[in-house]
């Protein structure tokens, strides 16, 4: 597997075209050889890095954070604590995003209590939404 088209390295790897193409430009994979023909020629080591950044993108790591790992990734003798330190840093923004989308979900789940299920004059989610205050006042909370 050292001759593929860029269809063919999209394909193996579930990626777009234009992503891949995208990871190129921002230095993340490296440019492939050419043909004569100018065609794009892919090898295993793309494949494989592709497939790393690919895996890191649906954890959730930024490009500046996979293109850390990557270059560590070239260097297998060294200790892992700068890849952990990149992972916690990541971890703790993710533990955030969970906070906040938990008071999200208790601020929805407060305003369908609150509804009535009436019409729409008198609809308890519409008069949140038009004036927050509302919900800072029925509640205690800010949001």
Known sequence: MTDLSIGELARRVAVKVPTIRYYEQIGLLPAPPRTEGRQRRYGSDHVARLGFIRHARELGFEVEAIRELLSLSARPEQ???????????HLEGVERRIAQLELLRSELRHMLDDCQHGQVGECRIIQVLADHDLCRNDHGRTG
Do not use: M
């Open 79 to 89: 200790p892992c604590e700068p890849a952990d330190r990149i992972v916690i840093r």
